[in-house]
């Protein structure tokens, strides 16, 4: 008995893939999306054009009913019809609509926290109700981490993690919560359709607990938000070129969670941001490798260049001037790139050079576990040989000399302002 339960426990963890097939993931919204009225059905639209733009997984926003229209202050987390994004059946068509297309869909899952949706005789906001009949994720104080400053009334074990303000941090020591989560969470997949997490805000329980909750719910592909701004900076201000303990964290973070749940590089976000404004040198750390999380555990790490908190809301915005020098990069690299909303529909201008890069990308199979050769890291000019199939380039520098692909059986496949791939003949 002991080892059909090994047996079966490892077969489940197992279907998490490692992304040797060349992934590419579409944030499908931003922090504005909710206030624009029907945005499923909106979104539903463009599924054909995402199909055909290489597009595999998709991010969807929180699904639940929210004290916030975006959805990441969640109450009634089984009441999908009162999001802001619009109602169950909406929901369900979109995802149908993927799955036709072949497009996976990943809910934005918030696990860390919940609102309450009613006072109790004394007047304090501690009735936290999860939209069933049955009562399943009804609670009140005593699932609530009796050291959350904002909810002093709490009275279950101290939190695990990080504190989120405004809203209460729940127990997740309690067995309770722990299986009434994972059924939700099951539930998403088996009725709704969804077949991956975005977990939200993982700094803020323990390690251990997304590891419970991705045994017990076995998603297709599962990524975390574990952001602290922690990154390494100088007394100038700038970013040290040394930013190894802020991708190890995020590495220590992964193999704590149990291995199987990638996390989005913000190393590379951090330098990315910087390097593209003439500081191209740091895109090579002192192995010679990627200096994000794509340089040591490239199967793990989901690239990105905006999002609705690091665009929509202001908080690390990319230069949108340097936007496809990012995109040139993170889609001819390891990882698992990530693409947002807003640069390929809102602007507008973007889009079909993205297109051309995530058709090299899959042409050449380029893969999470790809490998690659930095040929040059200066200032003005960093390339790089993805898997011996393409060689990239960003940066204003126009002479190559013996760097010039089309020397060594190369040609040029797409090419923009400061950037260029070449494919092998």
């Known amino acids: 008995m002991n080892f059909l339960l090994s047996f079966c426990f490892c077969l489940c963890v197992s279907r998490l893939p490692s992304f040797a097939t060349p992934a590419v993931l579409f944030q499908g919204f931003n922090w504005d999306s909710s206030k624009k009225g029907g945005w499923y059905n909106s979104l539903k639209t463009t599924i054909p054009e995402l199909s055909s733009s290489g597009i595999t997984h998709v991010w969807l926003p929180p699904p639940s009913h929210s004290n916030g229209t975006e959805g990441y202050d969640p109450g009634r987390l089984y009441d999908l019809d009162a999001s802001s994004y619009g109602n169950k059946d909406e ?23 919940r609102s309450a949706v009613k006072q109790d005789e ?20 005593s699932l609530i981490c009796r050291d959350d400053n904002d909810h002093p009334f709490g009275t279950g074990n101290p939190d695990t993690g990080d504190n989120f303000p405004y809203t209460a941090d729940v127990d997740h020591t309690n067995p309770r919560l722990q299986t009434e989560l994972s059924d939700w969470l099951n539930w998403l997949k088996t009725d709704i359709g969804f077949d991956g997490w975005r977990l939200d805000y993982v700094i803020g329980y323990g390690s251990s607990f997304t590891k419970l909750y991705m045994e017990k719910t076995s998603p297709e592909f599962a990524v975390a938000e574990y ?6 900076k100088g007394q100038d201000g700038k970013l040290d070129k040394n930013q190894d303990a802020h991708r190890n964290e995020i590495v220590n973070w992964i193999e704590a969670a149990g291995g199987v749940v990638t996390a989005f590089d913000l190393t590379t976000k951090y330098i990315l941001n910087v390097a593209v404004e003439g500081e191209l040198w740091r895109l090579k750390d002192s192995n010679g490798k990627p200096p994000g999380l794509i340089g040591i555990k490239p199967e793990s790490a ?8 690091t665009w929509s809301q202001g908080l690390l915005p990319f230069p949108d001037d340097k936007v496809l020098l990012g995109y040139a990069y993170i889609l001819t690299h390891p990882g698992t790139p990530s693409i947002f909303y807003d640069h390929f529909f809102d602007w507008g201008w973007p889009k079909e050079p993205i297109r051309n890069l995530t058709a090299i990308r899959a042409r050449n199979g380029i893969n999470s576990r790809s490998s690659v050769t930095i040929l040059a890291a200066e200032a003005d000019l960093y390339m790089a040989n993805i898997d011996d199939k393409i060689i990239m380039k960003i940066g204003p520098r126009l002479g190559l000399g013996d760097l010039d692909p089309t020397k060594s059986n190369f040609h040029v496949a797409t090419s923009g302002q400061d950037f260029a791939v070449w494919e092998k003949n």
């Open 122 to 141: 004394n007047g304090i906001w501690s009735i936290f109700e999860g939209g069933t009949e049955d009562g399943r994720l009804d609670f009140n104080a």
């Open 302 to 309: 989901v690239t990105f260049i905006d999002n609705h908190d």
């Open 91 to 113: 929901l369900k068509s979109l995802i149908a609509t993927m799955h036709e297309k072949g497009i996976k869909a990943i809910a934005d899952i918030v696990l860390n926290h």
């Open 227 to 232: 952001w602290r701004w922690n990154i390494s």
